[in-house]
Every structure is written in C-alpha cells, then in structure tokens.
C-alpha cells in the first residue's frame, strides 16, 4: 500500500493543472522521444506528456502506483508504456536506449542518490539528456519535506558534482519556482504542517499567473526547486 500522505499529495497535485504544465513547458526544449519516466507517481505529469504525442515509458516502485498508471493511461493510449522500475536495482534494465529521461522529484527519496544516476545512464542514448528536478535549499528542509519521505534538499553545486560523478556533462541548471519558496517555508517551517492541503494546491493554482512573471523577473536564479539538465559523458 503507497504511503497516505505521498498518496494523497500526489492526488492534491493532480488538480494544480496550469502548474503542471508550466513545468513540461519549462523542461520541453529538451525533450525527445522515446522518453523514460522514473517515478512517474500516479501520472500528473505523465497525462501532460501523452497529450503532447511523446512517446513515453511511465516507470514507479509501488506497485499502487502502477496500478493507478494502468488504469489511467494505457487502455487510451498507444505511445505509452507501464512498468515497474526500481533505479536502486544493481542495473535496471530496457530495450531500448531513452532520448530524454526524467526524474521529477524523485532524488530526494532515494537514499543512494550518485549511484542511481550512474546506473540510470546505462538507458541513455549517447546523445540523450537526463532531466532532474530536486527541491532546492537544506535550510529548507521541514515537516513537509521529512512526512513526504525526502532524504534531503540540494544545493545547484551539490547536484552537478552528483551528475559529474554519475557520467554526465552539465547542460543547464537552472531554479523553478521561487514564489514556492515563501508557501513550502511557511506552511511546513512557521506552520509546521506535515501535509500539503488542498486549498493550498487551489491557492497556489490561481496564483500560477504571478509566479511566471517572478520567475522571470529574477530569471530562474531563485527558487524552490532546481532543474538540471545533463547529457551522457561519451568517455
């Protein structure tokens, strides 16, 4: 059975629509099929991905989750695949090499975070391009973070050494979202809440048209999370 909160955040998330694009559109100039998702949770993203044509293997660990993926995707669409994938594997494998694989938000729940990323280069075409997004700054990390079963929070330089040291030239880096910053500070560290709620989600959605023009405003210097965009070392 999937953790409850994680669950139940993930289904939060689901509704936060004008977010969840905002980000494939931040990632998209990257992108080429086929792509792999690791952790692609119950599909918020996923759905976005599809509706676009990519050609997509959806990946999780839990087996709910998996589930959830089946039953939503693939009896409508035929660019999709649903696998269990477990990076923590001593080397995952597929039949094919991936143009552009994704991990959104999914570093952070992974306790051997370099060895993952080297083991998940053996899926990557030679001129493919990994994708991570990890939610940013240590001073950061509260209730919110521990309950949802994050290890940690990652500084810009901490995340290319990981990348470096896995095989990997940095293409970019970049924050994403800053007015996140002021919402996860204080909901989980003034707060000390342990749970995102769903009026937070619809607050945070109505407001996604002022969050665009911060982040460009302060050109994706600051923010909640940081987006690294990486291609396979080809020594």
């Known amino acids: 059975m999937s953790d409850l909160i994680g669950l139940q955040t993930l289904q939060h998330l689901s509704s936060a629509k004008s977010f969840n694009r905002w980000l494939i559109e931040k990632i998209e100039p990257h992108l080429q099929d086929p792509i792999l998702e690791v952790g692609s949770g119950i599909g918020n993203l996923t759905e976005i991905l599809i509706e676009k044509n990519y050609k997509i293997t959806a990946t ?106 896995g095989g990997y030239n940095i293409v970019n880096v970049s924050s994403f979202n800053m007015m996140g910053i002021l919402g996860w500070f204080f909901w989980g560290s003034i707060l000390r809440k342990k749970q995102l709620s769903k009026l937070v989600t619809i607050t945070y959605e109505w407001l996604m048209p002022i969050n665009r023009i911060i982040d460009r405003v302060f050109m994706s210097r600051v923010g909640l999370s940081v987006i690294a965009i990486a291609q396979k070392n080809a020594d």
């Open 60 to 165: 999780d660990i839990d087996p709910e989750y998996i589930e959830i993926l089946r039953n939503k995707f693939t009896s409508e669409a035929s660019n999709i695949e649903v696998k269990k994938m477990d990076i923590n594997e001593s080397d995952p494998s597929s039949h094919v090499k991936y143009k552009s694989i994704l991990l959104i938000n999914v570093m952070e729940h992974i306790e051997e975070d370099k060895n993952s990323l080297r083991k998940l280069s053996n899926l990557l075409d030679k001129d493919g391009k990994i994708i991570v997004l990890v939610p940013a700054y240590k001073w950061l990390y509260n209730p919110l973070d521990k309950n949802l079963g994050h290890f940690k929070r990652y500084g810009k330089d901490e995340l290319k050494q990981m990348l470096r040291s």
